[in-house]
């Protein structure tokens, strides 16, 4: 497994030291006694450094997190994570202060998946799996406005302007959005970047719910392997790693009714969306600077999908 690039500093700013901790002591009954740390985390990958809205609070006897949050986080936590046991950290409780929601989470330890091994990707596959079969459902019950699929799509919508100078990849992303009103939905994380699944020994624990909801199923397994390669500077997958990942998950789908193929195909349509994604506003404004392998890097990759969907279609 990989060192983490995410490191947690101490918050130096006063005010937001006394806002934590205001937070757990009314969440937690904690006292500033109690408290040996307040930390931020922080990504320091040059190609993703920054802070997050994210800090670890040290006890005597327990680290927390202690998370800016939204009220789809805190509705799918208590509405859903929550009542199966699933890989998710342990949830203490939220509040709402200086119109801010906070929640306070169980402080998860372990490396993250930039590094995706076979025996992890096996694991999480599982993992993955047993959320989507709790809540695999027919998409047709979600398509409603206002509804977590309505602004799913609305977004769609408006990322697929962004290709309209781009034939190519727009004929490819017109048979990904087809599909989205006619997938099986299911709870999905929404942001399962490697960086969001942590692992210590056989213990491995989704976290970062604050954007997930009830979305088409081929979005968390897509969104995870998409992005990697064996020589990616920052998310390294082997082939053969991904492939394990994939078929364990597609066996691990209880109420999946189409064959693997069909799956993979699925897979490859979410996974356009996730090149695109990364270069949306490079398609729209129609800049590509040769200097940047980023944005290079993922036009080739989104082009070389979009032939092979077009010709498949």
């Not at 990989?2 to 904690?30: R, Y």
């Not at 076979?118 to 599982?126: P, V």
């Not at 897509?222 to 390669?229: D, E, F, I, W």
Request: proline content about 3%; hydrophobic content about 40%.
């Amino acid at each position: 497994m990989n060192k983490m690039s995410v490191v947690t500093l101490n918050v130096e700013i006063e005010a937001l030291k006394k806002d934590i901790l205001h937070v757990i002591t009314c969440i937690l009954g904690f006292q500033d006694k109690d408290i040996e740390a307040v930390e931020v985390f922080k990504e320091t990958h040059p190609d993703e450094e920054r802070l997050y809205d994210v800090f670890k609070v040290t006890t005597h006897d327990q680290d927390f997190v202690v998370k800016k949050s939204n009220h789809n986080e805190i509705e799918i936590y208590e509405k859903y994570l929550l009542k199966s046991g699933f890989s998710v950290p342990d949830y203490y409780g939220h509040m709402v202060y200086k119109d801010q929601i906070w929640m306070v989470q169980a402080f998860v330890s372990g490396t993250d998946l930039k590094h995706f091994d076979k025996k992890h990707s096996q694991l999480c596959a599982g993992h993955l799996a047993e959320i989507s079969n709790s809540y695999w459902k027919d998409a047709s019950e979600f398509v409603e406005k206002g509804s977590r699929m309505d602004q799913y799509l609305v977004r769609l919508e408006k990322r697929r302007k962004a290709l309209v100078d781009h034939p190519v990849l727009l004929k490819a992303y017109d048979v990904f959005l087809k599909t989205q009103v006619e997938l099986p939905v299911t709870l999905i994380h929404a942001d399962l970047l490697p960086t969001n699944v942590l692992c210590e020994g056989d213990d491995l624990t989704f976290i970062d719910w604050g954007f997930s909801g009830f979305l088409p199923y081929s979005l968390d397994p897509a969104r995870l392997v998409a992005h990697g390669s064996a020589d990616d500077p920052v998310y390294k997958i082997e082939d053969d790693t991904r492939k394990t990942f994939l078929r364990t998950y597609y066996e691990g789908l209880k109420a999946i009714n189409f064959p693997y193929e069909e799956f993979l195909w699925h897979i490859k349509l979410a996974t356009l969306n996730e090149y695109i994604e990364f270069i949306e506003r490079n398609l729209q404004s129609n800049n590509f600077d040769p200097a940047c392998s980023f944005s290079t890097r993922y036009y080739q990759q989104a082009m070389t999908l979009a032939h092979e969907i077009n010709g498949h279609d």
